[in-house]
């Protein structure tokens, strides 16, 4: 079906005792489909990519979405007259067929601001992605993207330490953090989890992770881990001169435990706390206000999100996660790393990067940045990129995310033939050289392997790293790519 | 002396590099001056990693938009404390940034003795920690001879 397929008129029953009459009517005929409406600024914007049922109608299949993601049900009520309904119902303005996607459709849909609870993540997802998306006329439905009013901003307090902040604290400035997750991710006792950490931050990382999945398990108690841990990050401080950080993940049953845990790491002197994104939107809201109160950078794994935003013609787009997140008030979060072992368009992932830390998007369709975005000065999310990357890659990194990123090498950086403290070795001299040359004009995209070459001469650990992982990539094609560019692959 | 791998103090942004030639850094201040950045010169002989604000030679130079008038207040300043740490810190006082966006040290004492940790034994199993230069018993300006 093309675009001038679409029956996109004005269908609404402006009669009101027609429109109230008892019965079932098409959602179009309700008022949830209209074409003439202009967006107000105060109003939630969002991008919904649906696949209608054999037979169903676009227009009514994007007033289906509009209808049950507000205040429709499936007949009419009468009571919907006690209301001044109009205001209420959610309006499906704009319907075109996806790109060369047959059978596709973009829906736009306006909410007003007097849907959603001020500051409530929980209730703006509970409408947006609640019953909508079971519904039956749709074989499958995703929010592509939305765009938050600055009016509904405002109500968010936002990260509780921001990407600027952050750098002021730990005293690193000009060039991207490094990190790894200590591995292996289960089964290491206490102390011989602390040793990975002072190693790797005495090599030169600035931050070691837990990984997602250790909380407190019989082979480690979460005590015992923050204690290790803590000991190695203030030996490495001491041995180095630096702020060093280990993310102690705080993920828990319970509220009570997670509280209990951070207020333990708080107490050992942690720069840095972590939580899980299957810990809930509610108890992410809470932890940014703990970590607010406490001076406290708070770390954000997005744990489970595959799930539901990898694939491309169901769930939600990880860009509006991301703009979730920075509203629910993380300081990191785990974005993509395009060159690594796991899913990402290089483009694609830019644009999560991009809503992370710039203060206005732009419209930027290649990069699957539907609407504008003013964020109203609301602080900056700190993106990482994590997941099979190395030394050998840091040009394309670099080239890709800038300086605002933390780099996670944990196999990169454990897995080194010499040693964890090599390992690290390698990975800053990397960084270094890099950002050195960057700034001093060269073309790293073109010139980096040559760049890593030099480096590699003065820094034995480096030479190793290239030698054992130089080659390596995931060249494998992404699932969640834009429709509106072809997307080059990165080698 | 210092046991890391670089065997001195790894604050900023190229310690893991060989000492910057005056040629490097003045690339690196034109990359600076290019982005828009004031550029400043601080020093300290008390190099904890907390010690955020270390003594500035000199205001921020905001309106100095040449590299070289930048690499003479440095050497004005490697004159007068040569036995010193000293970075250079480029600022960025854009609406939303309004931070430091660079910062790499440019001088350094003839040794590091870097820092010893003093462990307090706390409740528990708890340790309270705190990170103690070797050199910072010595009154100021007398601590790297």
């Known amino acids: 079906m093309s675009a001038t397929d679409i029956h996109a008129e004005a269908t609404k029953i402006t009669d009101a005792k027609q429109r109230y009459k008892a ?13 003439d409406y202009v967006p107000r600024d105060t ?12 037979g169903v109608d676009p227009v009514e299949a ?17 009571t919907d007259r006690l209301t001044a309904c109009d205001s209420y119902r959610a309006k499906a303005y704009k319907v075109e067929p996806v790109p060369g996607t047959p059978g ?22 509970a409408s947006l992605i609640g019953n909508v998306f079971s519904f039956k006329p749709l074989k499958a439905a995703r929010l592509e993207d939305i765009r938050i009013p600055v009016a509904y901003v405002k109500t968010f307090k936002g990260p509780p330490t921001g990407l600027i902040v952050e750098r002021e604290r730990l005293d690193k400035f000009g060039r991207p953090l490094l990190g790894a997750t200590t591995k292996p991710k289960l089964g290491l006792s206490g102390r011989n989890y602390g040793r990975v950490v002072y ?23 979460w005590r015992d881990r ?36 951070a207020e333990f790491a708080k107490e ?20 940014s ?10 770390h954000l794994h997005r744990a489970g999100h595959g799930t539901y935003t990898r694939q491309k013609n169901h769930g939600v787009s990880f860009r509006v996660i991301a703009k979730w997140m920075r509203l629910a008030g993380v300081d990191h979060i785990h974005a993509g790393t395009a060159v690594g072992k796991l899913e990402g368009d290089p483009l694609t992932v830019q644009g999560y990067y991009n809503v992370c830390r710039e203060s206005y998007n732009a419209v930027d369709l290649p990069r699957g940045l539907f609407f504008e975005q003013d964020w109203a000065d609301l602080k900056k999310v700190m993106p990482v990129a994590s997941g099979g990357i190395h030394a050998g890659q840091m040009h394309q990194l670099i080239d890709l995310f800038g300086d605002d990123v933390v780099l996670q090498f944990g196999g990169g950086t454990i897995g080194h033939p010499a040693g964890i403290q090599a390992g690290a070795v390698a990975n800053r001299v990397a960084l270094e050289a890099m950002v050195k040359a960057r700034n001093e004009g060269r073309d790293i995209r073109q010139e980096g392997p040559e760049i890593l070459k030099r480096a590699a001469q003065f820094c034995t650990p480096l030479k190793q790293a290239l030698d054992t992982w130089g080659e390596i990539t995931f060249n494998y094609a992404p699932t969640d790519t834009s429709d509106f560019a072809t997307t080059p692959s990165v080698a | 002396m210092i046991t890391n791998p670089t065997g001195r103090i790894t604050q900023g942004q190229f310690s893991f590099l060989p000492d910057l030639t005056d040629d490097e850094i003045t690339a690196q201040i034109e990359y600076g001056l290019r982005k828009g950045y004031a550029w400043s010169v601080e020093y300290t002989d008390d190099p904890h990693p907390r010690n955020t604000y270390w003594d500035m030679f000199g205001m921020p130079m905001f309106d100095l938009r040449d590299a070289a008038g930048v690499m003479q207040e440095l050497r004005e300043c490697r004159k007068t404390f040569p036995g010193h740490y000293i970075r250079m810190v480029a600022f960025d006082s854009a609406r939303g940034i309004e931070s430091i966006t660079m910062s790499f040290i440019v001088n350094r004492p003839p040794s590091e003795p870097g820092f010893g940790l003093e462990r307090q034994e706390a409740a528990g199993r708890t340790i309270r920690y705190t990170v103690k230069s070797y050199a910072t018993d010595r009154p100021e300006n007398e601590r790297y001879r």
């Open chain 1, 43 to 54: 109003d939630v914007l969002c991008l919904f990519r649906i696949t209608p049922q054999e």
């Open chain 1, 289 to 298: 206000n703990w970590a607010r109160k406490n001076d406290m950078i708070l």
């Open chain 1, 62 to 78: 994007a007033a289906a979405v509009a209808g049950e993601s507000s205040t429709a049900t499936w007949t009419v009520v009468w």
């Open chain 1, 268 to 287: 050992l002197g942690s720069v840095i706390v972590m939580i899980d994104l299957v810990i809930g939107y509610t108890a992410i809201q809470s932890m």
């Open chain 1, 226 to 261: 923050f204690l290790y841990v803590m000991d190695a990050v203030n030996k490495a401080s001491a041995a180095t001169g630096e702020v060093k950080g280990s993310y102690l993940n705080v993920t828990a049953a319970t509220m009570e435990d997670m509280y209990e845990r």
């Open chain 1, 104 to 125: 596709q459709y973009f829906a736009w849909v306006a909410y007003d601001l007097i849907l959603f609870e001020e500051g409530s993540i929980a209730n703006m997802t």
């Open chain 1, 199 to 221: 190693e790797g931050l005495k090599g030169g990382l600035d931050f070691m992770k837990d990984d997602e999945n250790i909380n407190s398990q019989p082979f480690m108690h």
């Open chain 1, 23 to 35: 019965g079932v009517l098409k959602y179009r005929q309700m008022g949830y489909w209209q074409p």
